[in-house]
């Protein structure tokens, strides 16, 4: 009885955290971004593994200047993307009637904040040197800022939306005005109001701290989240919690598109500009990562509970679910097992389903961090399919691809016993004798 509250309890807790429009707002977006990230990755494929292989010399030095403006149009402006995509969907989810005006004041609340840099071309003589005055680099508008723009889109909506609900701030033109026109005046004193709190804000920091806003947000809150969901405890503890609330039926994006998301794709964004630069590559826990290792055939490593059934599951309805379920498994999505087996509410089930993603995170952490295979630098798609994702995520290293391997038949002995339980349990309920 005491468990069955316990489990309610966190149920409920599970699904208010779902309900939260800021996560929410914060999933739509990057689900949105998710297309410029993963063309991100397939450029610096490209650039750094495909083009050095099969071109040389001024050809190479073409098609990685095409690439450039690519990772210009991806990594680069990654932050800048970011804060107005969430004041759009902040917005709606707000139910605010004019999602546009907000993003509009997200993106001029960024640009208040953003350091500019003077550049001078010759610093040792300075006067014949050409000086250009007020530059906004790419650093502080790509992967950097990302928090940043996680920070501005959500703030700057939220006091823009509250600021155009004081009615002192309303400008009525009357009846016989444009919807459009009006919607514009409405927004002008709310907009002015919410950018110039952010250029003040980013003009005290730099009066009173010495440093430029993104700096500051980076140092104090970037960095310190960034260290605890994804150092290894961290990480392992989230996605865990996730997988466990997906065996109470509730979603794992719960917690993976809303907590864990933004740090991982911020991750693999360095570790991409890092691998397009020649330079250290920083990070081992990043979203594709997780396409590699604790989500390999679904979440829970469901491909191997697939192989398992297979080969020795008796239970012919268990063996037609995973009939049903063996063609979206390949691509990562394994709903159908986890609710037509089902996992949800199945014990014997939900022990390995939760603790497989933990033992393949650890393995591939340690398999990283001891250099046995390469860290992670191009943006895969979370659905591509086991072996040929952690090829790709890695730039071309075969011995990943022996990992997943021995993970995936790892992975089959661990949910065999288990199983076995289950199908019993599953044919006690439908009358089979045993």
């Known amino acids: 009885m005491e468990e069955n509250k316990f489990?309610?309890?966190?149920?409920?807790i599970a699904f208010k955290l779902g309900q939260n429009i800021y996560l929410q707002a914060l999933k739509d977006a990057f689900s949105t971004l998710m297309p410029i990230?993963?063309?991100?990755?397939?450029?610096?494929?490209?650039?750094?593994?495909?083009?050095?292989w099969v071109l040389k010399g001024e050809q190479l030095v073409t098609a990685?200047?095409?690439?450039?403006?690519?990772?210009?149009?991806?990594l680069n402006i990654s932050g800048l993307l970011v804060a107005p995509t969430i004041a759009f969907f902040l917005s709606k989810h707000l139910k605010f009637n004019n999602p546009y005006s907000s993003v509009v004041t997200a993106i001029s609340s960024l640009f208040a904040i953003l350091p500019v840099t003077t550049i001078v071309s010759d610093i040792n003589n300075p006067d014949t040197?050409?000086?250009?005055?007020?530059v906004v680099l790419f650093n502080n508008i790509g992967t950097q800022s990302m928090f940043a723009g996680i920070i501005v889109g959500i703030f700057a909506t939220i006091l823009y939306i509250r600021l155009t609900k004081v009615r002192l701030f309303e400008i009525n033109l009357g009846e016989n005005v444009p919807p459009q026109i009006s919607k514009s005046f409405s927004a002008l004193i709310p907009t002015m109001i919410t950018v110039s709190v952010f250029g003040l804000i980013s003009f005290a920091s730099y009066m009173i701290l010495g440093k430029d806003l993104i700096t500051l947000i980076v140092m104090i809150i970037q960095e310190p989240l960034r260290k605890v969901n994804t150092s290894l405890p961290g990480f392992v503890f989230l996605y865990s919690f996730g997988n466990f609330l997906f065996g109470l039926g509730i979603h794992q994006g719960v917690v993976m598109n809303s907590i864990l998301d933004p740090f991982l794709i911020s991750n693999i964004t360095d570790n991409m500009s890092a691998?397009?630069?020649g330079q250290e590559i920083p990070h081992i826990l990043t979203k594709p990562f997780v396409t590699c290792f604790p989500q390999m055939g679904g979440t829970g490593g469901t491909i191997s509970l697939l192989i398992a059934i297979f080969i020795f599951s008796k239970s012919k309805y268990t063996r037609n679910i995973a009939g049903l379920s063996f063609g979206p498994g390949l691509f990562n999505i394994n709903e159908p097992l986890i609710f037509g087996i089902p996992i949800v509410f199945n014990l014997p089930l939900m022990i390995p389903f939760v603790l497989m993603p933990a033992l393949y995170s650890?393995?591939?952490?340690?398999?990283?961090?001891?250099?046995?295979v390469s860290k992670t630098v191009v943006f895969v798609p979370w659905m591509t399919p086991p072996i040929v994702s952690g090829y790709l995520a890695t730039g071309g290293d075969w011995r990943i691809?022996?990992?997943?391997?021995?993970l995936i038949i790892l992975g089959v002995f661990i949910y065999l016993p288990f199983l076995k339980i289950s199908d019993r349990l599953q044919d006690q309920k439908m009358g089979i004798k045993l």
């Open 129 to 134: 040197s050409a000086t250009t005055k007020s």
């Open 362 to 372: 650890v393995i591939g952490y340690y398999l990283t961090l001891f250099g046995l």
């Open 7 to 12: 489990i309610q309890k966190i149920t409920t």
């Open 37 to 52: 990230f993963v063309l991100a990755g397939i450029n610096t494929m490209l650039n750094s593994v495909l083009f050095p």
């Open 401 to 406: 691809v022996i990992a997943q391997i021995v």
């Open 275 to 277: 691998f397009q630069n």
């Open 64 to 74: 990685q200047a095409y690439t450039g403006a690519i990772g210009n149009a991806t």
